[in-house]
């Protein structure tokens, strides 16, 4: 059952890789002379957003890398 569950939350977030072209978007928009004020925040409170989900995804993925001790055992990082 969890492993439907995590399997189920995988598929609703979205890789590393679509956050950052995410990200290479809003900057992109960002950097358009024909974007208002207004726009700009929004686009920057949406950049942060993305980059928060990054981080995330970053630290779940560092927390799974496993380390060989010695004796050739796994331990989670």
Do not use: W
């Amino acid at each position: 059952m969890a492993e439907q569950e995590n399997k189920m939350q995988n598929e609703n977030t979205p890789s590393l890789e679509e956050l950052f072209e995410g990200l290479e978007g809003v900057i992109s928009r960002l950097e358009r002379e024909e974007v208002t004020l207004e726009e700009s925040f929004q686009l920057y409170q949406k950049g942060m957003n993305l980059l928060k989900q990054c981080n995330t995804t970053i630290d779940t993925v560092e927390k799974k890398v496993q380390i060989l001790d010695e004796d050739g055992e796994a331990h989670e990082f």
